[in-house]
């Protein structure tokens, strides 16, 4: 019996750690497209508008990343106390 609720346990946080991921990888992409689109509105030259919407879709990528790593460590840490 203990057996069967430590793998529904198992299988609830490893799925809700997969839905989290997918959740940052999008909310990342989105919101990398927007901001890159919006800081390359005004640059003429094609090379240097590829290259700014690069650095600024990593930039934001890496900024969600951290955001999601303090969040995810806050519930990882709640849930080991329990």
Do not use: P
């Amino acid at each position: 019996m203990s057996r069967q609720i430590l793998y529904c346990h198992y299988i609830s946080a490893s799925s809700l750690m997969w839905l989290g991921l997918l959740l940052a990888m999008v909310l990342a992409g989105l919101l990398g497209r927007f901001i890159a689109q919006i800081m390359t509105q005004h640059i003429s030259n094609d090379l240097i508008k590829l290259a700014a919407g690069i650095a600024t879709g990593l930039l934001v990528g890496i900024g969600v990343g951290v955001l999601m790593q303090r969040i995810g460590g806050r519930f990882v840490k709640t849930s080991a106390e329990n």
